[in-house]
């Protein structure tokens, strides 16, 4: 095998030199990227730490809120009173809509005039 077809390379100073500031760029490059995949890593599992905390505290509050249901007694409200409370909410889901138009027509308008500037 040492004696089979060897083949040499030579490279001049200048090659050199840049390869070696090559490898060195590479180097510091992922050394940067190894430093912000940890970095990553940590604040992944400080949020995940924030998730489940939160996660326990709104099921205390869940628990909390089923307790004072039981515990406060429960409202009659007698059968006038619930038919205008129904009203109420279906006039207010018209109010909505009706918002809710006007709006599209505004923006509708905004994005003609801002078509017509281009032009």
């Known amino acids: 095998m040492k004696n089979e077809n060897l083949i040499h390379v030579k490279f001049g100073y200048d090659e050199t030199l840049q ?3 090559d490898i060195l760029s590479l180097e510091m ?5 190894l430093k912000t995949i940890k970095k990553y890593h940590l604040l992944r599992s400080e949020e995940l730490k924030t998730k489940l905390n ?3 505290k709104i099921k205390e509050v869940i628990t909390n809120m089923r307790k004072l249901q039981t515990t406060l007694p429960k409202l009659k409200i007698p059968e006038i009173l619930k038919k205008d409370h129904e009203e109420n909410e279906k006039f207010d889901k018209t109010e ?3 918002y809710d138009e006007s709006l599209e027509s505004q923006l509708q ?3 003609d005039e801002l078509n017509n500037l281009q032009r």
């Open 54 to 56: 939160l996660q326990r």
């Open 29 to 33: 490059n992922l050394l940067r990227a």
């Open 96 to 98: 909505e809509k009706k």
């Open 19 to 21: 390869s070696k500031r």
């Open 109 to 111: 308008k905004i994005q």
